[in-house]
């Protein structure tokens, strides 16, 4: 039995799940950033009210989002057939419903997705030569106004119904003072890489409804706040050394200004007691937002600080902004003993070096390598780290002499043609599982990895060996 055959576990199977959701959600952010911005600027409460320019806001809210949403999980099923049936889908759970139905084309996309891959593998060999246009068509056409019906008559009082209790749950939560207790869920799913499903695909769409109702939602600072990770980082910059001392400034960087907390993922794995830091700051900032009454207009996707600033609804950026610093206070304060202690540790520093040993095989089959272009950098949704890791190997490929770009994918997509594929090494075994035939490289640092450095000597070696 092979890796693919192998049953999947329950963990892995939520994290197949939240990919999948990264995968319908990530693409789409640009337009659910316009759709905050509109609001947060020309909304009745935004920076410049504007009562002509805010028609824009509930159409989007209603109709653009839950449109996109659904295409894009039809098509991550059977392309662009699946995109095109799963949006005509979720339109019937759109009619009709007078609350956002971003849940349903979570559903309804995929779903319609699912429907016509499964239709057209059954008619593909039965078509009569000369029509398979026609059948393609009609059976598309067929099948998403079956699945409209369906959505509007059966699917769509389920999901308004769900949607409501959901929301009065959260809001029972807020009003009893719970909502703290969610760090217990949040912060260790964040470090299994199951952040963007948390944030966009339970915690965006509940959000979105509170913002129709009452202008903000704290549920939108939940998962997206940089201060636990900020100061967990903040500790390792103070108490550590080496390395890892080394490579926490532009980590900070990274992840508090670019919005991408994948990056402090790794210093957590390397001492998992730190989670307890990350649950703690997690909870003292959702404190502070309740009792500031905090919250945004909108998902800041990416968790920058200049995204949260961006989203702020008038008059409410200091809560946010003081709930990020206690936050980031209180995870330093609780990372430091930790910390610490590490650093007296010499096996932290085996820690970060461990990723080298994938270069002892690399380097004693180098001499047969030939020119080395297909070069991918992996990560879990394939944007966010990975399109930073991307970008750097470019450029110190290019200060080499080497004008080769670096594409960046999914740990679940990787292209046949790769030959070489770079990714945090949590992810090497599912790199492995993917079945590739390509260079695998395990980092241990996304920002400031000494191993870039044995890639980019790998790869200009099998140019000179070729030429």
Wanted: net charge positive; charged share 15%; with cysteine.
């Amino acid at each position: 039995m092979n890796l693919r055959e192998r049953p999947l576990s329950a963990r892995a199977q939520v994290q197949k799940f939240g990919r999948f959701m990264s995968g319908m959600i990530m693409p789409n952010i640009g337009a659910f950033i316009a759709w905050g911005l509109i609001t947060a600027v020309f909304d009745t409460t935004g920076w410049l009210p504007s009562a002509r320019l805010s028609a824009l806001i509930t159409p989007m809210m209603d109709y653009l989002l839950p449109l996109l949403l659904a295409y894009t999980g039809g098509k991550l099923v059977w392309g662009t057939r699946g995109g095109v049936v799963g949006a005509v889908a979720v339109m019937g759970v759109i009619i009709g419903s007078d609350i956002p139905m971003l849940l349903g084309a979570m559903i309804m996309g995929p779903f319609g997705g699912w429907v016509i891959k499964t239709s057209d593998r059954v008619i593909r060999d039965r078509v009569p030569v000369g029509f398979e246009m026609l059948a393609e068509n009609f059976s598309a056409g067929i099948l998403g106004m079956g699945l409209a019906l369906v959505g509007f008559l059966l699917i769509q009082p389920v999901l308004t119904a769900a949607v409501t209790v959901l929301h009065r749950g959260v809001e029972f939560i807020i009003r009893t003072g719970l909502l703290p207790l969610v760090s217990l869920f949040i912060e260790p799913g964040k470090i299994l890489f199951l952040n963007n499903a948390i944030n966009h695909g339970i915690l965006g769409p509940l959000g979105m409804q509170q913002v129709q109702e009452s202008g903000k939602s704290i549920l939108f600072l939940l998962e997206t706040n940089p201060g636990p990770g900020l100061g967990i980082l903040l500790a390792y910059w103070v108490f550590s050394r080496g390395h890892i001392r080394a490579s926490v400034p532009g980590a900070v960087i990274i992840h508090f200004f670019g919005g991408i907390h994948e990056v402090y993922f790794p210093y957590i794995l390397m001492r998992p007691i730190l989670i307890l830091a990350a649950i703690g700051g997690g909870a003292s900032g959702i404190f502070t937002f309740l009792i500031t009454g905090a919250g945004e207009k909108a998902t800041p996707s990416p968790g920058s600080i200049f995204s949260l600033i961006a989203v702020a609804p008038r008059g409410g950026l200091l809560p946010v902004l003081t709930g990020i610093i206690i936050s980031c206070a209180v995870s330093f304060l609780i990372a430091m003993p930790f910390v610490k202690s590490f650093a007296r540790d010499k096996d932290g520093e085996d820690a970060l070096e461990e990723a080298r040993d994938s270069f002892k095989e690399m380097k004693a089959i180098s001499k047969g390598l030939t020119e080395i272009s297909r070069i991918y950098f992996a990560c879990d949704a394939g944007m966010g780290s990975s399109a930073m890791g991307a970008s750097k190997l470019t450029r110190m490929l290019k200060a080499k002499g080497l004008g080769l770009r670096v594409d960046h994918c999914s740990v679940d997509d990787i292209p046949a043609d790769a030959q070489l594929i770079i990714s945090h090494r949590d992810l090497m075994g599912r790199v492995r599982a993917s079945g590739t035939r390509a260079y695998r490289v395990g980092v241990t640092n996304l920002v400031n990895a000494p191993e870039y450095s044995e890639v980019v000597e790998l790869i200009a070696a099998s140019y000179k060996q070729e030429n």
